[in-house]
């Protein structure tokens, strides 16, 4: 795999109080603590009811050629809960792009994206102990 539990965000899992743990070496390689890596992302549409295409391509420029892929999406739902569509994709870089415009070039049309958290509810996790 070439995700790492600090490209998902999830780095809370792994544990800093231990010396040595399976994989603590692969951690901290150059190339796996690089800004420029594919970082999980949310992605939210300008249109709240026009949900992404799984697998499609994001990018920063439309009219640049050849058009540069800074990722894809990896799963994009209309969420009845928030009453919008809400996606997850990974975009080189993406801590750093929060709030940032991309595009998801479609055969017959151009998407506009926002960068988002990926946590999309309870992001302060008031509803875990509730």
Known sequence: ATMT??????????????????GKRS????DTIREDRKQLVGLLTEN?????E??????AETNKKP?????????SYYSPNLNKSIA?????GGKNMLGQKLFIPMENKI?????????FLDKENKRLNA
């Open 5 to 22: 539990p600090i490209d998902l965000q999830m780095d809370w899992i792994v544990s800093k109080k231990k010396y040595d743990f399976i």
């Open 27 to 30: 951690l901290y390689r150059s």
């Open 48 to 52: 709240p009811n026009e949900v992404l």
């Open 54 to 59: 799984e697998g499609a391509q994001i990018v």
């Open 67 to 75: 058009i540069e892929m800074l990722g894809h999406v990896t799963s």
């Open 88 to 92: 997850l994709g990974v975009v080189r």
């Open 111 to 119: 998407i506009n994206v926002t960068v988002a958290d990926p946590v």
